[in-house]
């Protein structure tokens, strides 16, 4: 019998540990301190975006990072989410 990966288009795969961008993965480290770190730096490199190599992109990044681990982040996180699909599905529906 083979397992079939979810239909999951952007997150945390909270099984596998991954984030998920589309059909990119990428693991995450095992260690709490290291994934807020790394998502900490995210966000500061984010900030400095108008900087050659750096990028806003990284904020996004950086906060999806950190909601696998802070209850603030992911509850915000949520929220988004959720209100990005009753928009889609409000403008599906027109």
Same mark, same amino acid.
């Given at each position: 019998?083979?397992? #079939? !990966?979810?239909?999951? /288009?952007?997150?945390?795969?909270p099984r596998t540990r991954e984030?998920? *961008? %589309?059909?990119? #993965?990428?693991k995450l480290p095992e260690s &709490?301190?290291? #994934?807020?770190?790394? %998502?900490?730096?995210? *966000? *500061? %490199?984010?900030?400095?975006?108008? $900087?050659?190599? $750096?990028?806003f992109w990284m904020v996004p990044?950086? $906060?999806? =990072?950190?909601? /696998?681990?802070? /209850?603030? =982040? &992911?509850?915000?996180?949520? &929220?988004?989410?959720?209100?990005?699909?009753?928009? !889609?599905?409000? #403008?599906?529906?027109?």
């Amino acid at each position: 019998m083979t397992t #079939r !990966k979810t239909n999951m /288009h952007f997150g945390i795969d909270p099984r596998t540990r991954e984030i998920v *961008i %589309g059909r990119f #993965r990428m693991k995450l480290p095992e260690s &709490r301190w290291l #994934r807020t770190l790394i %998502g900490i730096l995210l *966000i *500061i %490199g984010g900030i400095l975006g108008f $900087l050659p190599i $750096l990028g806003f992109w990284m904020v996004p990044l950086g $906060l999806l =990072v950190l909601s /696998h681990d802070s /209850h603030f =982040v &992911r509850r915000q996180r949520r &929220r988004l989410a959720v209100w990005w699909a009753t928009r !889609k599905a409000r #403008r599906n529906a027109r």
